[in-house]
Every structure is written in C-alpha cells, then in structure tokens.
C-alpha cells in the first residue's frame, strides 16, 4: 500500500504580527494535512504551533534604517541560514510574511532555485514605490493581499494575486465581557480608562513610551479620575516596560496577553500605527496614532511614502478620521490635548466610532489564515477538504 506523500512547508516572519501570521496559517493547514511538517524563521507563536525554528527572530522587528542597520549582523545570519535550510531541505513551498526587504531578497532566492514561494501580507506596494510590483511579481509565485484594494496593484501587472482576507477580523475577540474585564483589571470605578499601547518592538517602546507616559501625566493632572491600562506586548521583556514605569506617578495597570479585552476596556487608546491601529478600529474604540522615526528614516520615508496616511483605519477609509501625529507632532501636549478632546467631546468620540464601523465592512469576510492555508495546498498540489471561498464581491 502507498504511503502518503509528506509535505514540507518552510515559512520566513522577522515580526511578531508576521510571526502570529504565519502560526495561525500553519494551525490551519495541519487541520487538512495534519503530518505536514513546518521549519524556518520565526518566534514564539510559530514554534507553539509546531514548527521548528531554524532562526529565532524576535529580536529583528525594527522599522527604518538607522535600526536595520543596528541589527544588521542578525539579519545577515538570518539571511545566510535561511539560504542552507531552503537547500537542504527543499520545501514544497516556501511563505514569505510580510518583512517585505528581507523576504523579497529570500523569495528571490529561493524561485531561482526550483522553490515556490507564496507571498502573505502584501508589501504596502500603494504606500511604498509602486514601482515595485513587478520586481516582486518575478519574485514570487503568489502573492496573498489581506486588503482588497491591494488586488488592483498587482493584477495591472500581471502578478498572480489572491485576496485572502485579513486575519485580525477573525482573531480581533475579547475573551472576557467587558464587565469582567474591568473587574480584572481593577478599573470598574474608573470613569475614563485610557489605554497605552506603545507598539511590539523594542526601539518602539524606546521611542515612543517615553512620549505616551508624559502625556499620561498631563492627563492625569486634568482629569483626576483617569486609570490607564498599559498593554504589553508577547515581544516585549518585562525590563524594558519597567525601566521606562519605575518613575511613573501614574494610576496605570500593565496587561499582558489580553489586548482586546484591554481595547474594549477603554474609553480613548493611544497607540502606535500598524496592526495595533486596525485591531482597536475592529472594536470600535477612538484613538490618537502617534509615531516617530529616526530623523533619516522619516526623511527618506517623507520621499518615498506615496500615501497621506499612516494609520491603516485612515488608509482603508481614505479619510482622515483618526487623527495622526507623527514625527515632531509626537509629543505629549498634542496626544493628551487629542485623548482629552476623545475624553469629553462626546459628539467627536461617538462620531469616531461611527466610522471606525465601516472599517469592518470594508475588509470583508476575513478568514485570513484558512484562506491562505488552503491557497498554499493549492499550490503544493495537495487537493483541498474545504471549498475554497476566493470569489468575493466588493
């Protein structure tokens, strides 16, 4: 009797959201194909999921070049790793996520050598020289977009495109009512609870921490009865959280592990931008997004951003309902005049809320990591259990 073919995909996440990305897909994929084996690079989530890690890269999500650059041996190592894994083993596939410079270079690398390569979360091409495409397009064999005005992009090049949905809208849940949630936390007397979440890398907790916490002070002397929960990221040591606390004045409760029970807890959020921005905009919850760069980062990406906008609400929506502050903006008189305004303008917050709703719609169905598990089996040859559900109307 014939044994049946195994299966060997190879994954490649340098973040802690391409890292939770590329887990959730390998969950799913092992409900079809439950033998497949998973190998590369990544963190945590991935590892619990059951793929061996050949590179641990939870230290390698930086933005900009000055921080590349400061990592730049890691990357390198990364890079020379992942080269003798894709020849050694030869995977059936090989998922890129997101880590746009790194993965287009290994994407290369590895069609060039008989791989196929499935591209998951799409370069930001709109934001980010759309020139761009077609270099990825030779690169890859698919690319996987998690929004669906991204399609257009690619399909005016030619480039094979799937919209997959994005992963967030299924996984966006809190665990507890949101009267437990409090109770936990110990905010239910509060009357305002403003959450922190400063991003879920270390040079953004450097960064922008700093900022958030001054600008809690001068929430606090306005507004007595201010709690404010502080949402730690699974990226983050404890170290780094407390170095910045342990001058903090503040009525603050740090949470780990629970960022949408958090985010329904609050009353205003300021956060960085990414998916920490669209994950509060699913729930619903008014926000300032505030973020700051290295001066040459932020002036080569004032060169070469194509979009007005950095928050994903702002950018799906193609209006400015979040207000940004970026940059020399960044700074604590503006963020707690914002969360204040939030605070106390009851007409601006629920006006916000309003159109923080149609992000939801604009995205789509979801099913982000079943969609993609089942467009890798596709293009592993494996023939699927589930109908595939790619033909959705916008």
């Not at 936390?185 to 509060?190: E, H, P, Q, Y």
Request: glycine share 6%; net charge positive.
């Amino acid at each position: 009797m014939n044994q049946p073919k195994s299966y060997t995909i190879a994954f490649s996440a340098g973040e802690t959201s391409g890292d939770q990305h590329a887990a959730d897909m390998f969950w799913e994929l092992k409900k079809h194909l439950p033998q497949i084996r998973g190998i590369g690079m990544g963190g945590h989530s991935m590892k619990q999921a059951g793929i061996d890690i050949c590179y641990d890269s939870s230290s390698m999500g930086v933005i900009g070049v000055v921080e590349a650059v400061k990592h730049l041996f890691s990357i390198v190592r990364a890079w020379q790793t992942m080269k003798k894994l894709l020849l050694r083993e030869r995977p059936d596939l090989l998922v890129c996520v997101d880590y746009k410079e790194f993965n287009y270079r290994l994407a290369r690398f590895a069609k060039r050598n008989g791989i196929k390569v499935l591209f998951y979360v799409s370069p930001q091409v709109w934001a980010w020289r759309p020139g761009r495409v077609k270099k990825y397009g030779a690169a890859i064999n698919m690319m996987a977009v998690i929004f669906p005005f991204e399609v257009p992009y690619y399909e005016a090049e030619k480039v094979p495109v799937r919209y997959v949905g994005h992963p967030s809208i299924n996984k966006v849940s809190p665990q507890l009512t949101r009267v437990e949630a409090l109770r936990k936390f110990g905010v239910s007397n509060a009357e305002h609870v403003v959450g922190i979440f400063p991003g879920s890398r270390s040079n953004e907790i450097e960064r922008m921490l700093p900022v958030m916490l001054k600008a809690a002070h001068k929430l606090q002397g306005s507004i007595p009865t201010i709690h404010f929960l502080l949402a730690q990221a699974d990226s983050i040591p404890d170290s780094l959280i407390n170095q910045h606390l342990k001058n903090a004045r503040l009525m603050i409760t740090v949470i780990k592990k629970k960022p949408y029970d958090v985010i329904q807890c609050c009353h205003a959020i300021m956060t960085t931008s990414g998916t920490a921005s669209l994950e509060i905009a699913l729930l619903e919850v008014p926000m300032v997004i505030t973020y700051k760069l290295s001066p040459i980062t932020y002036w080569l990406g004032r060169l070469l951003v194509k979009t007005p906008y950095i928050g994903l609400p702002n950018i799906i929506l193609g209006k400015p309902v979040i207000k940004e502050l970026i940059q020399h903006h960044a700074n604590p008189d503006k963020i707690a005049a914002e969360i204040t305004a939030i605070l106390q303008n009851k007409l601006y917050a629920e006006r916000m809320r309003l159109d923080l709703r149609q992000v939801k719609q604009e995205l789509g169905k979801g099913d982000g990591a079943k969609n993609t598990a089942l467009l890798a089996l596709e293009m592993m040859e494996v023939p699927p259990k589930f109908e595939l559900n790619f033909d959705w109307d916008f």
